[in-house]
């Protein structure tokens, strides 16, 4: 832990009482003057702090606004995140990371955007990024594992996701194979996994979610407006986005850790409990084909499983569902 996030720490602990130029500096095992450039860093990242004669420290405002400082500040990750990369306004946040791994960052480096310019969805889709009102990041994976099981990484991140809309903001969203999570049947959220392999190794993964969070219906433009939602939508309530930006990573970190250590195995059955529309009948559509099928549900290595009218059934790993309204798209 970096010596601003326990000095946030031990401010926060005594939400607002104040601290003395003392103790923080015993604690941290820093001089009084660095404690006091640290302060000022603070104010610059939107902290509004206190210092009294005598009294010491005391914060009296913390900013909503995302910055790498105030989401590192009270992180706790062992890695995740450790390294963040914080933007006003960039094209993708995909395209930085990708960047960023390149010159060889390391595993768990992060980079967050207020807005997207050119936000994308899978297969060259867009996906809107409006400025604050969303989480737009990206995360720099380096897993040890064997190419063909990246796409449960996907599923992994969707069931982090779900789990903290639920634990976070008490919603009830639902996954829809393999990266897309809803809530009453609208897009909350997306995932898109872009993988560098190279002699059947990976070399790393972008990890990339888009949450929509705090934007009215009226806040999308207009051609998705019938199948975009937002957390504050559905549940009347704006949410901070550095707190919740720390969930995401915190959970995400903690069930990575799971899935490196005993395999897919509990992860799927995360995702199972948020699995929307398994045993319904739904339209599944593959590059070369378009079909009714019944969804049976996913494999042990994450793959689709579906029946068609016939009762044949077929393993897919790569597919689009749709239903009611889409079907017809
Ligand atoms: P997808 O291909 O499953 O979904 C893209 C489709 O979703 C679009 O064609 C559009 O119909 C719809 N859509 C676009 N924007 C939104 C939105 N804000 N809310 C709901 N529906 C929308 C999903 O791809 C993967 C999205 C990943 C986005 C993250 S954001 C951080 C990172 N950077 C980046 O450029 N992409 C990822």
Not at 120 to 128: A, E, I, K, M, V
Not at 131 to 144: A, Q, T, Y
Not at 293 to 307: R, S
Not at 322 to 329: F, H, T
Request: proline content about 3%; charged content about 30%; glycine content about 6%.
């Amino acid at each position: 832990e970096s010596t601003r996030s326990k000095l946030i720490h031990l401010l926060q602990d005594r939400e607002r009482e104040y601290v003395s130029g003392q103790v923080l500096s015993e604690a941290l095992n820093i001089s009084r003057s660095a404690i006091w450039k640290h302060m000022k860093e603070l104010e610059k990242d939107g902290y509004t702090i206190e210092a009294a004669p005598r009294k010491g420290y005391r914060i009296v405002h913390t900013p909503d606004k995302l910055s790498a400082n105030t989401v590192k500040w009270g992180l706790e990750t062992n890695w995740l995140g450790q390294r963040l990369h914080h933007y006003s306004s960039v094209g993708s946040t995909q395209l930085h990371a990708h960047e960023f791994a390149q010159q060889n960052a390391e595993h768990g480096t992060v980079v967050l955007a207020d807005e997207q310019t050119r936000g994308r969805g899978r297969l060259n889709r867009s996906w809107h990024s409006r400025k604050g009102e969303g989480v737009w990041m990206s995360m720099l994976l380096r897993p040890e594992i064997e190419p063909h099981r990246a796409p449960q990484m996907t599923l992994l991140a969707a069931t982090v996701l779900a789990e903290v809309l639920k634990t976070h903001c008490g919603m009830k969203p639902q996954i829809k194979w393999p990266n897309d999570i809803l809530s009453n049947g609208k897009k909350l959220a997306g995932i898109l996994t872009e993988l560098q392999a190279e002699h059947d190794q990976i070399q790393y993964i972008v990890l990339g979610t888009g949450i929509n969070v705090n934007h009215e219906a009226e806040h999308f433009p207009e051609e998705i407006q019938s199948i975009a939602t937002s957390v504050r939508n559905e549940t009347g309530q704006s949410f901070e986005l550095t707190p919740f930006i720390q969930a995401l990573l915190q959970t995400f970190e903690k069930r990575y850790e799971e899935y490196m250590e005993h395999g897919f195995q509990r992860i799927k059955l995360r995702w199972e409990a948020f699995a929307y529309r398994i045993g319904e009948r739904v339209v599944v559509k593959t590059a070369k084909r378009e079909w009714r099928a019944l969804l049976l549900g996913i494999e042990p290595d994450g793959a689709l499983k579906v029946c068609d009218e016939d009762g044949k059934e077929e393993i897919l790993y790569s597919a689009e569902i749709k239903w009611g309204k889409d079907e017809d798209e």
